[in-house]
Nanobody, 126 residues
Framework: QVQLVESGGGLVEAGGSLRFSCTAS??????MGWFRQAPGKERDLVAG????????TYGDFVKGRFAISRDTPSDTVYLEMLSLEVEDTAVYYC?????????????????????WGQGTQVTVAS
């Protein structure tokens, strides 16, 4: 069974940056993604990346500020976040899709991911 362990996050001032990592273990996984959820809101896609790493997708609110990447040998996915805004405050989750939809498939819906990390709080202070 795939397990995901996240690291990173924390408190940062507006305009600052943060970097997340998520390491997978214990089974096969394909597309990976990062989601976020603020209190009282739905869980939204932040970024997704295909198994090959060649195809990436982002939430509309990202607007070029974030970058997702993956390092296959270390089974790790990264999320680099720049120019953070107060509205980026949320709990961030790493997610894995254990269904093989091909090397270039990226999943945008939370329902497509079946393994989730523990979640990490990001607080952006004004």
């Amino acid at each position: 069974q795939v397990q995901l362990v996240e690291s990173g996050g924390g408190l940062v001032e507006a305009g600052g940056s943060l970097r997340f990592s998520c390491t997978a273990s214990g089974g096969k996984y394909y597309a990976m993604g990062w989601f976020r959820q603020a209190p009282g809101k739905e869980r939204d896609l932040v970024a997704g990346i295909s198994m090959s790493g060649a195809v990436r997708t982002y939430g509309d609110f990202v607007k070029g500020r974030f970058a997702i990447s993956r390092d296959t040998p270390s089974d790790t996915v990264y999320l680099e976040m720049l120019s953070l805004e107060v509205e980026d405050t949320a709990v961030y989750y790493c997610a894995a899709d254990t269904t093989d939809n091909g090397l270039e498939y990226t999943a945008r819906r939370a329902s497509e991911y079946d393994v989730w990390g523990q979640g990490t709080q990001v607080t952006v202070a004004s």
